[in-house]
């Protein structure tokens, strides 16, 4: 390297020695590798005679280091340090053996985040798979994380010197240098680690050839451009390898009982080994600290990234190396990611939040992100920031940018959001729907009711946490009119708590903009939604009652008849049959009264529900029957789902008025109707009424059955106090069966409950 730098500074001996004061003798032993390793300030002496760059003096001195070894065998340049409490990783090493063991594969490349463990995991696995390889291991630390990644030449002379290659006869040209490296490795069976790499350029003449020895590759990145190389990406721990970390860094006496503490504490470090080491150190140094007050300083998440720091070890600055490699605009567009309300997003939201025309580019930016350990691709096409990339993110964000800079493309999310949910929503409406957003055309235009609702699937956290945003910004009518559009959608996708958030903003941004009818409407919504979705009763009685009277206030008929319909559902649920079926009948004689014929129908079957557990099964059963008529297409909404669920309550209807043998025959007619959404449910209800029809009639071992299949789809879906009810009467038929009894009539109740 000193023959080169001197060569292209056009200096002789002669000249550089009176420059830097080193004789000429001197000079020449170090060009013709007689003399490898002089000292530093030899070294600065060259340095400054030949205006070297800090970059160029670095190498320099490197070689000179390495060079100054003495006698016997030479070292690994870069010895690996395995650490006692390792923990985990069992799959990579066991995919490690099963490559070294194999045939063809000679290099693996460790790739992911900082913070990953992937040097930690190379010791590991040079440890575990020393038995492998009879002539060792080597390894050299490349600094690819460094702003002077170490060059391949050099990398070669120390590893070639730390293979026992003699000194004076590595060849300068580089390309012979990788020749004699080559066959060196193939004559031994040795690993060799090369860690850090900075990309595929500086990597590939490192790699062997086919025999011979193995080469492990970390790597911040996949170098997707090597060839010939196996890939092993390193994502965070799993909650139990997180908690075992904990415990063998702490001690079980300190972690022993404190389960939901660990628990905390290693979800608030994202399961990444480096913030976990950092947890673990800091409350070994602080033995009076239970994990749980540790737990609560990093719940805070502006304190976060501050308490992940232990000494000279710290999230932010392994995060920070990352970010400093970065350009100018992938900077820009990790620290925008950050102001997503929720974790993923695609290509298009990316490119609305860096003012980017071209999504394609901007897709091709989010790849480099992923491949720089930055983002994750959890699915095709969507991209997740880790919870401590967006907190590092987050500070950047604020440090770089201004608030009023940040405060605009917020807004502007917040507007692409809501003005793309309402155009996605507009494939579900039904007649009376509100008209399209007024002003701009929506961003996003599906061409599908298939692809609109993926949409609003994929995309739910954004477009509900833009609420808040555009609440804050005072754009009421907005927020209205998505409310009003995915009004309809949201009966496909009924239990989902995002329309109790929705449907509240509603409420607020109409009484905001002064419109009671629409704020009656969107109380009626939000009862729906706590009923549905969250079987919250009372609060649906509340909001259904508040919504009656603004609808009577504004004279809204229909508005008055959907709200004492709610109201009905909330007593029913609330065991109180007798109100509901008042309600209920209120309901039907105001959807009478403007000719609705399908929320008079869904009303009756409310009404007939009540009535049979008021102890008026008869009339049920007659308004059950007015319901399915001749045919589905005599009453209005009645489907397939609508007929099959009134024939489930006229079974029901028989089993109250014991009627048990129609009650059978009825229940075993029932079939639950194709691609209905709480299929389970309902053929769960009818395996438990057609169970106790059947018990009644003396059929036990029959009835048992039935009571097994209720249970399991009951406890499958959730529903407890169902699956208690059917384990009951799984122990009673089952003793009454070996005795031979048969159950007396008023013993078993033939009703669904409350919630039916």
């Given amino acids: 390297m000193l023959r080169s730098l001197r060569r292209a500074a056009r200096m002789t001996l002669e000249e550089l020695s009176g420059a830097s004061g080193v004789s000429v003798r001197a000079l020449g032993d170090m060009e013709r590798g007689r003399s490898r390793g002089p000292q530093r300030r030899t070294v600065d002496a060259l340095a400054a005679a030949l205006a070297l760059d800090g970059e160029q003096r670095e190498r320099l001195q490197r070689l000179a280091d390495a060079g100054r070894e003495r006698g016997g065998p030479s ?12 923990t985990g990783r069992e799959q990579e090493l066991a995919d490690l053996e099963a490559l070294v063991t194999g045939a063809g594969t000679r290099a ?25 390889f009879p002539d060792g291991c080597v390894s050299v630390r490349l600094h690819g994380m460094s702003d002077a990644p170490l060059p391949a030449a050099e990398a070669l002379v120390l590893l070639l010197t730390a293979l026992g290659h003699p000194p004076e006869r590595i060849p300068v040209d580089s390309v012979a240098r990788e020749a004699v490296y080559r066959a060196t490795l193939g004559a031994r069976r040795a ?30 990145r996949p170098l997707a451009g090597l060839e010939g190389v196996r890939r092993i990406r390193l994502g965070g721990l799993s909650g139990h390898e997180s908690a075992a970390l904990l415990e063998r860094i702490l001690g079980a006496a300190r972690t022993g009982g404190q389960s939901q503490a660990i628990a905390r504490l290693t979800g608030l470090c994202g399961h990444l080994p480096l913030a976990l080491r950092i947890v673990g150190n800091r409350l070994s140094s602080r033995p009076g600290w239970p994990p749980s007050r540790l737990a609560d300083q990093l719940g805070d998440e502006e ?4 308490g992940l720091i232990a000494g000279d070890l710290a999230v932010r600055s392994a995060l920070a190396l990352s970010y400093g490699q970065l350009t100018g605009p992938h900077r820009l567009l990790l620290r925008r990611l950050a102001l997503l309300p929720g974790r993923d997003t695609g290509p298009d939201l990316a490119a609305l939040l860096t003012g980017d025309d071209d ?8 790849d480099l992100l992923v491949d720089r350990g930055l983002l994750e691709e959890p699915t095709p096409g969507r991209y997740d920031l880790h919870d401590l990339v967006r907190l590092f993110a987050r500070e950047q964000l604020h440090a770089e940018e201004t608030e009023s800079a940040v405060a605009e493309v917020r807004l502007r999310m917040a507007d692409w959001l809501l003005r793309s949910a309402s155009a996605a929503g507009r494939w579900f409406e039904a007649p009376g729907a509100p008209e399209p957003w007024p002003g701009e055309p929506a961003p996003f235009t599906p061409e599908s009711a298939e692809e609109a609702e993926e949409w609003l699937r994929a995309e739910r956290a954004h477009w509900v946490g833009a609420l808040p945003l555009m609440s804050a910004a005072d754009r009421h009518a907005e927020i209205l009119h998505t409310a009003r559009t995915l009004y309809w959608f949201s009966d496909r996708w009924e239990k989902s708590p995002e329309w109790r958030t929705l449907f509240t903003y509603g ?21 729906w939604a706590h009923w549905v979705g969250a079987y919250e009763y009372a609060r649906c009685e509340e909001l259904a009652r ?13 508005l008055q008849a959907w709200a004492w319909s709610y109201i009905s559902s909330a007593c029913m649920n609330l065991g109180r049959p007798a109100e509901a079926a008042e309600s209920a009948g209120k309901s039907v004689e105001l959807f009478e009264a403007i000719n609705d014929t399908t929320g008079a129908a869904i009303t009756r079957r409310k009404l007939a529900s009540a009535l049979r557990e008021a102890g008026r099964p008869e009339e049920a059963l007659a308004i059950h029957r007015s319901l399915l008529g001749g045919s589905a297409g005599d009453v209005p909404g009645l489907n397939a789902v609508s007929q099959a669920l009134i024939q489930t309550e006229m079974a029901y209807d028989l089993s109250a008025l014991h009627r048990w043998p129609e009650a059978v025959q009825a229940f075993r007619a029932i079939t639950a109707p194709p691609a209905y959404k709480d299929s389970d449910h309902f ?31 009951f406890t499958e879906i959730g529903d407890s106090k169902s699956a208690a009810g059917t384990a009951t009467s799984i122990d009673r038929t089952r003793s009454a069966g070996k005795a031979g009894q048969q159950v007396a009539p008023g013993n078993v109740s033939g009703q669904p409950g409350a919630g039916s």
Avoid: M, W
């Fill in 303 to 306: 304190r976060r990234l501050n």
């Fill in 75 to 86: 070292p690994s340049p870069y010895l690996l340090r395995t650490v006692a409490d390792f």
């Fill in 359 to 366: 999504p394609l580019a901007v897709e091709d930016s989010l």
């Fill in 191 to 220: 690993l060799v680690v090369l860690d850090d790499a900075a990309d595929e350029e500086r990597t590939r003449p490192l790699l062997p050839d086919a025999e011979g020895s193995f080469v492990l590759v970390t790597s911040r």
């Fill in 108 to 132: 693996v490349v460790l790739f992911g985040p900082g913070g990953q463990g992937k040097t930690t995991l190379a010791a590991e696995a040079a440890r575990r798979l020393a038995g492998h």
């Fill in 546 to 558: 508040q919504a009656l009277r603004l609808a009577e206030e504004t004279g809204e008929t229909a």
């Fill in 683 to 713: 053929r769960a209800t009818v395996h438990s009424g057609l169970a106790a029809a059947l018990e009644h009639i003396g059929e036990l071992p029959e009835a048992h059955e039935h009571y097994i299949r209720a249970h399991r789809l």
């Fill in 507 to 527: 409420v607020r941004s109409a009484a905001a903009l002064g419109d009671r009818a629409a704020e009656a409407h969107q109380l009626n919504c939000l009862a």
